[in-house]
């Protein structure tokens, strides 16, 4: 009987717990909580503008930013994050939050900055600070370093500044920092955090004004570090730029990244076994081979990152044995030479591979695109030979593909029609060739599709225009020919505003130069670049309409006709060559109309006329106009005639009618010749007919011409 009394009180226990969990405190949160939270929402800015959300009831408990105890009505936690639908920075009074005197957690996002920072400093019980991804330009608060339950300080991505040195020292029960990406000033020894003793999470990385020290003055750690990252934050500048040695006691090692710092020596061999998941050693000066021989020690790590060194040799023949769970590895610029290791092919976790930029040669070897789970593979600036891929691939969750700059032959293999997912195909500078057939177009995802400098061939399938997610399309410097497809004005991306989601790099030339587009301005750039072909016919007026398109070249093929003037409606185009074709009429004055436009060339066609010297086409020199004999105006100081014909060269759509008169209708155009005929013809002859007396006269005139010719 007491055992099923027990269960029972249990049972209520456990049941009063759900409802507390769900419905906060049965009697709502403290009046004077509440009011501290609806003046902290009001100084939100909600107003007329932008209304007091009704969502926020009486009782604080119910809203969903905000929880209580569970054992009584104070607030512990607060998620405030981004509320205003309009994204307008906030500047929060903190004095406000210290009203909630046993808060635990709290984390603000879309926040510019902090009034009365200090008052925190109040809040005994507060556990979890994150300010983190906000635009707070200010010094860190010194009471901060002397919070007594503090465990989570996150303060990464803000513009904070000042030296970190002095703030960290006295939070004994902290086990994560973060506070990478910052404005941080000064030397940083890692002595400061010797004695906290629960520290498991360290973030200093890309403070690019600090100096982290390891090695002096002399310290022993008190923790057993779990994740470490020091990443570009000048690492031992004073100490020889070597590893930390304190990271040989450490056992628990799960990440490191020291990346960015330049540091020197061999490759850290001991490292791939004492860290058990993410090693990152990217940006760096290490010298020496890639280990060959691990004494038949087993690494555990899942990412490895070696890029960006001076690392050389061969690629161990067994990597898979000593690496065996790698989902991800990045050897990229090096001087790796030798062939592609085939057991890489047996790596079946490994789905990133980045071996570009080194000295590799021969061919891919199958087994690692067969059956792949691979969705990122980058082999490109290396001395790779053979087909571009093996006949047999099969990577069904490849999303990005690059492979430029090799020695690849052949066409463009079929069984890339598994690849369905291809967000990036960039296969510039091979000695690939054929033509591009079009059942091979079906990437619907595809986001830059990058051919140029190849030998392609043929007409430009009209399946391109399918891919209507084209971000940038390169085909420059082949052998098309053919007309360029009207239909390409069906571009959702071109035409317009859809931010493009990449976080891959990709190389575009524009404006006379190659540019690598990444992050923001990776996803707002948008380019077409068919140049150095043999494309013939006219320009689609349909191209006028991608008005978000960016850059345009159509340089170098065989182009004729007018220039359209629906160019006018390219709104946002900065770069636009047209020149060595073959195109006529006169310069439309809708292109000065582009405001945009900072790079124009129309040089070496066949145009005439005057160059207009209005808006933005007289801010252009000579050499965008050379080689157009026609062509007169003051960017070439040509002089016009004073007879000059004022045709605008305009191409108006095919599709316009053009306005007639009765005159130009073929029936009275056809009867007013036949009547003019009649009319002259019996002008003459019937006088002949009916009056003998002209007919003499006129016999007589015919003869005396005769006499008179031949007496000559």
């Not at 955090?193 to 750690?221: G, K, M």
């Amino acid at each position: 009987m007491a055992i099923f009394f027990a269960n029972v009180i249990e049972l209520f226990l456990f049941v009063v717990l759900i409802v507390f969990h769900n419905n906060g405190w049965c009697k709502g949160c403290l009046d004077d909580e509440r009011r501290a939270l609806e003046q902290i929402i009001e100084s939100m800015g909600f107003g007329d503008e932008y209304p007091y959300p009704s969502k926020y009831s009486d009782d604080c408990c119910k809203w969903e930013e905000v929880e209580c105890s569970l054992t009584n009505p104070h607030v512990v936690k607060i998620f405030f994050e981004n509320i205003r639908e309009d994204k307008e920075l906030w500047f929060p009074d903190l004095s406000l939050f210290a009203q909630l005197k046993e808060l635990q957690e709290l984390h603000l996002k879309g926040i510019g900055g902090l009034i009365n920072p200090k008052a925190l400093c109040k809040l005994d019980y507060l556990q979890h600070l994150d300010l983190s991804s906000n635009s707070i330009e200010d010094f860190v608060e010194p009471c901060w370093g002397n919070m007594p339950s503090l465990r989570t300080l996150d303060l990464s991505k803000n513009q904070f500044q000042g030296n970190l040195a002095s703030i960290f020292a006295n939070l004994s029960k902290v086990e994560h920092i973060d506070v990478s990406h910052n404005l941080f000033q000064g030397i940083v020894p890692l002595f400061v955090f010797a004695n906290l003793s629960r520290l498991s999470y360290l973030d200093l990385s890309y403070n690019h004004y600090i100096e982290v020290e390891s090695e002096t003055p002399s310290w022993h750690s008190s923790f057993q570090i779990q994740h470490l990252f020091l990443a570009g934050c000048n690492l031992n500048n004073q100490t020889g730029r070597n590893i930390p040695s304190f990271l040989l006691n450490q056992n628990n090692l799960q990440t490191v990244d020291l990346s960015s710092n330049l540091l020197t020596g061999n490759f850290p061999s001991w490292m791939l076994h004492n860290v058990s998941s993410v090693l990152r050693l990217s940006g760096n000066c290490f010298v020496s081979q890639f280990p060959q021989d691990l004494q038949n020690i087993v690494s555990t790590l899942v990412e490895l990152d070696i890029s960006d060194n001076h690392f050389e040799g061969r690629l161990p023949s067994d990597i898979n044995l000593f690496l065996p769970k790698l989902y991800s590895f990045n050897a990229s610029s090096n001087r790796l030479f030798g062939s592609i290791p085939s057991s890489l092919g047996e790596l079946k976790n490994l789905e990133l591979l980045d071996l570009s930029n080194n000295l590799l040669s021969g061919a891919i070897p199958s087994g690692l695109t067969q059956n792949s789970p691979l969705w990122y593979l980058n082999l490109s600036n290396n001395s790779l030979i053979g087909e571009m891929l093996p006949k047999d691939c099969n990577m069904t969750q490849l999303r990005w593909l690059l492979l430029h700059n090799n020695r690849f032959q052949g066409n463009l293999p079929l069984c890339l029609l598994s690849s369905l997912s291809l967000m990036l195909l960039d296969i510039r500078e091979n000695l690939l060739s054929g033509t591009i057939l079009g059942q091979l177009l079906v990437f619907k995802q595809l986001g830059a599709f990058l051919l140029g400098g190849n030998d392609f061939g043929g007409s430009i399938p009209r399946q391109l225009c399918t891919m209507k997610k084209l971000q940038f399309l390169d085909f420059s410097n082949n052998s098309f020919s053919g007309d360029i497809p009207s239909c390409l004005g069906n571009n959702l991306v071109w035409r317009m505003k859809f931010q493009a989601d990449s976080w891959v790099p990709t190389d575009f030339t524009t404006k006379g130069n190659s540019y690598s587009f990444q992050g923001i301005p990776l996803t707002l750039m948008t380019g077409i670049d068919l140049s150095d072909n043999k494309l013939g016919g006219e320009i689609p007026v349909e191209i006028g309409e991608l008005s978000e398109l960016h850059s345009l070249n159509l340089s170098h093929n065989l182009l004729i006709g007018h220039i359209p003037t629906s160019f006018k409606n390219l709104s946002n185009l900065e770069s636009l060559d047209l020149s060595h074709n073959r195109l006529t009429g006169h310069i439309p004055l809708e292109i000065g109309q582009i405001n945009s436009l900072a790079t124009f060339s129309v040089a070496f066609n066949d145009l005439l006329g005057r160059i207009p010297s209005d808006q933005k086409l007289s801010t252009f020199s000579e050499s965008s106009f050379m080689g157009n004999p026609g062509l007169c105006g003051e960017q070439i100081q040509k002089e016009c005639s004073d007879n000059f014909h004022r045709d605008d060269g305009r191409r108006h759509d095919l599709n316009e009618k053009e306005e007639k008169g009765v005159l130009d209708e073929p029936l009275v155009f056809y009867s007013f010749v036949f009547v003019s005929y009649s009319i002259g013809f019996w002008s003459v002859i019937a006088p002949l007919y009916f009056s003998v007396n002209w007919r003499r006269k006129y016999y007589g005139t015919i003869d005396a011409w005769i006499l008179n010719l031949f007496n000559k």
